[in-house]
C-alpha cells in the first residue's frame, strides 16, 4: 500500500523515538522528533519548554515518550479510518434524509408530525416538506431519486391519504427539497403513517442507518409530536394531551410549535400559555381539564433560573 508523506515521517518518529530512549539527553535527537510531529500537524507543543523540563528532569522524558508512541499510533488509527471512507465514498453517491427542526440534543430528527385540526376546519390538504441529501459528489446532470414505501410500517394510501410525485436531484447540487401533499378526508380523529426509504439504483446508495428513512403522521386529531418528549416541548408545556395541544397553539396563535432550541420564543409562549390559563379560568366555572385531569403549566424561561 502506497503511503503518504506525513505516514512515512511517522515510522520516521518510531525509529527516532526508540534511539531517544536509548540516549535519554540527547536534546537535539529531540527537537527532530518533536519537529516532525509538529510538521505533520501532530502536536504543536512548544519545543523550548519541553526541551527545559527534560534537562531539569529525566523522568519527564519517559512521560514524553510515552505520549508520543500515543500519538503516533493515534495517527495511525485516523489515517485507517481516513482511507476506509475514500474507499466507500470515493467514486459513488448516497443518499440521506433531512427532516426541519431537531431534539434536546441536537440530533437529527427522521421523523414529522402533522395535526389538521391546527390549521382550521378550512385546511382540507397541506404540503410536508423534507430534503434529501448526498453524501458524495455532485455530478453535471440531473439524477432520479427512487423512493419507495414501507408496506409492512405504512397505513397511509396514495392518493387517497398522499401524494408523492417523482423526486430529480439537479445538477450540481448535493440537496433536494421534496414535497408531500398529505389530504385531511377520512380521518376525522384518526392518523395515518407514512415510512419512506431509499431504493437503490445505478446514481444512488442507502447512506447512515438513522437518516436513511422519513416518517410521516398526520390526520384529522391533534398529534403528539415525534419530539416532545425529548426536547424542550415537555418542560415548556409539560405533558402532552390533545386538549394542552390545542389549548397552546390557539392561546399562542400559532398552527405549529417553533422549533424546540429557540428558547427564547418558547419561554414567550409558556407566559402566554399562563396568562391564556389563568384568564380561562378566571371566566369558566370549572378550570380546564383535559384526559389527565387539571391543566397547569409550570414557569419555563428556558434561560436558566426559574423554569
Not at 100 to 105: H, K, R, V
Not at 286 to 306: A, C, H, Q, R, S
Request: with cysteine; hydrophobic share 40%; charged share 25%.
Amino acid at each position: 500500500m502506497r503511503r503518504s508523506s506525513w505516514q512515512r515521517d511517522s515510522f520516521s518518529i518510531i525509529v527516532n523515538v526508540t534511539s531517544w530512549q536509548n540516549s535519554l539527553m540527547d536534546t537535539s535527537l529531540l527537537r527532530r522528533i518533536m519537529f516532525t510531529c509538529c510538521r505533520n500537524r501532530i502536536m504543536k507543543l512548544s519545543l523550548e519548554t519541553i526541551t527545559q523540563q527534560i534537562i531539569q528532569n529525566k523522568r519527564i522524558m519517559n512521560c514524553y515518550f510515552k505520549y508520543i508512541m500515543l500519538v503516533v499510533a493515534s495517527v495511525f488509527a485516523l489515517s485507517s479510518c481516513e482511507e476506509k471512507e475514500v474507499e466507500v465514498y470515493g467514486n459513488e453517491a448516497y443518499l440521506v434524509f433531512e427532516m426541519p427542526g431537531y431534539g434536546l440534543t441536537n440530533t437529527p430528527r427522521d421523523s414529522m408530525v402533522f395535526s389538521f385540526p391546527a390549521k382550521g376546519d378550512e385546511c382540507v390538504e397541506d404540503t410536508l416538506w423534507f430534503k434529501a441529501r448526498i453524501i458524495g459528489k455532485a455530478l453535471p446532470y440531473d439524477r432520479e431519486i427512487e423512493l419507495v414505501v414501507n408496506e409492512k410500517t405504512t397505513t397511509a394510501k396514495r392518493d387517497e391519504n398522499y401524494k408523492l410525485e417523482p423526486v430529480i436531484m439537479p445538477a450540481n447540487s448535493y440537496t433536494v427539497d421534496i414535497p408531500l401533499v398529505v389530504y385531511r378526508a377520512g380521518l376525522k380523529g384518526k392518523s395515518v403513517r407514512l415510512e419512506l426509504t431509499v431504493e437503490p439504483n445505478e446514481y444512488f446508495g442507502v447512506g447512515f442507518d438513522k437518516t436513511s428513512k422519513a416518517v410521516f403522521w398526520w390526520g384529522d386529531m391533534f398529534i403528539k409530536p415525534d419530539n416532545w418528549d425529548i426536547s424542550n416541548y415537555k418542560p415548556c408545556f409539560g405533558e402532552f394531551t390533545e386538549t394542552r395541544y390545542a389549548f397552546i397553539l390557539k392561546a399562542c396563535g400559532i398552527v405549529e410549535l417553533p422549533d424546540p432550541q429557540d428558547l427564547v420564543t418558547l419561554g414567550y409562549y409558556n407566559a402566554k400559555v399562563r396568562e391564556a390559563l389563568y384568564e380561562y379560568n378566571k371566566t369558566h366555572d370549572k378550570p380546564l381539564e383535559d384526559e389527565l385531569g387539571l391543566v397547569e403549566f409550570n414557569v419555563w424561561t428556558g434561560v436558566g433560573g426559574i423554569g
